[in-house]
């Protein structure tokens, strides 16, 4: 069995996880077993995933994780993943679409030594043509610079390495740096940026993986417009929307 194993953390994704599904069977390095959390859905995401695995191209499991928050799910999935013998883990999300080459991308840079690997993420081409995906990439820029200068992620606070936009939708990172760090935080979004600054603390072996690209969908900019995703990305709470907006 593969020491690569992707976890997908789902809630509430009968609509979108079919094709990310299908996206993940297209990938051109399929030596890998997936795990599929799903969170407490009540719409039959769990059930699609299961009908997916009886003839899935690669080994699939589904999990189910009550607790409520997508940190939880990725957490219980990586977990799962090692106590199974994974030594390489990647993650994205239910509501993504990984290019043909992410797998074999992730694997790679995890293989060439990097213990955490981020890759590009874009905007779902059914969500938004050409103008939309590139103010999609314009937002990325700027949401990174505004990371890399933010005081509180400056190496003086005990960081190893530089700030890097890192996207809990396409990073891959090896099993024993996710235990060192003491794995996600369980609880919910955003996790992501927290996550980060737990592996910065412990390596300098965070890279940009050029070949992992993910498209992910925007609905939460969407729901939540700039001002109510920037406060949601700097955890000050999703001020009047819900905490999903799905």
Same mark, same amino acid.
């Given at each position: 069995?593969?020491?690569?194993?992707?976890?997908?953390?789902?809630?509430?994704?009968?609509?979108?996880?079919?094709?990310?599904?299908?996206?993940?069977?297209?990938?051109?390095?399929?030596?890998?077993?997936?795990?599929?959390?799903?969170?407490?859905?009540?719409?039959?995401?769990?059930?699609?995933?299961?009908?997916?695995?009886?003839?899935?191209?690669?080994?699939?499991?589904?999990?189910?994780?009550?607790?409520?928050?997508?940190?939880?799910?990725?957490?219980?999935?990586?977990?799962?993943?090692?106590?199974?013998?994974?030594?390489?883990?990647? %993650?994205? !999300? @239910?509501?993504?679409?990984? =290019?043909?080459?992410?797998?074999? $991308? *992730?694997?790679?840079? &995890?293989? #060439?030594? +990097?213990?955490?690997?981020?890759? %590009?993420? !874009? @905007?779902?081409?059914?969500? =938004?043509?050409?103008?939309?995906? $590139? *103010?999609?990439?314009? &937002?990325? #820029?700027? +949401?990174?610079?505004?990371?890399?200068?933010?005081? @509180?992620?400056?190496?003086? =606070?005990?960081?190893?390495?530089?700030?890097?936009?890192?996207?809990?939708?396409?990073? +891959?990172?090896?099993?024993?740096?996710?235990?060192?760090?003491?794995?996600?935080?369980?609880?919910?979004?955003?996790?992501?940026?927290?996550?980060?600054?737990?592996?910065?603390?412990?390596?300098?072996?965070?890279?940009?993986?050029?070949?992992?690209?993910?498209?992910?969908?925007?609905?939460?900019?969407?729901?939540?417009?700039?001002?109510?995703?920037?406060?949601?990305?700097?955890?000050?709470?999703?001020?009047?929307?819900?905490?999903?907006?799905?």
């Amino acid at each position: 069995m593969s020491g690569l194993w992707v976890v997908v953390p789902a809630y509430q994704e009968v609509r979108r996880i079919g094709a990310t599904l299908e996206a993940l069977a297209a990938q051109r390095d399929r030596d890998f077993t997936l795990v599929v959390v799903d969170n407490a859905s009540t719409d039959g995401t769990a059930e699609l995933a299961r009908d997916f695995a009886r003839c899935a191209p690669f080994p699939v499991h589904v999990l189910d994780e009550p607790a409520k928050g997508v940190g939880c799910a990725v957490d219980t999935g990586f977990r799962y993943a090692i106590a199974n013998g994974a030594t390489l883990l990647a %993650r994205t !999300d @239910a509501d993504c679409l990984p =290019h043909p080459g992410w797998t074999a $991308a *992730a694997r790679d840079a &995890l293989l #060439r030594g +990097a213990g955490l690997a981020c890759g %590009r993420i !874009d @905007a779902r081409r059914d969500e =938004h043509g050409p103008l939309g995906r $590139a *103010a999609f990439r314009s &937002l990325v #820029r700027v +949401a990174a610079l505004f990371g890399r200068v933010r005081p @509180a992620h400056r190496r003086r =606070h005990g960081y190893l390495s530089p700030y890097r936009m890192h996207a809990g939708n396409n990073m +891959a990172i090896t099993a024993s740096l996710y235990e060192a760090v003491g794995g996600m935080p369980r609880r919910p979004s955003p996790t992501d940026r927290l996550f980060l600054n737990q592996v910065r603390r412990h390596t300098t072996a965070v890279v940009h993986a050029r070949g992992m690209v993910v498209e992910n969908s925007t609905r939460r900019l969407r729901a939540y417009g700039l001002v109510g995703t920037a406060r949601w990305y700097l955890d000050k709470g999703p001020g009047r929307h819900g905490e999903d907006p799905r």
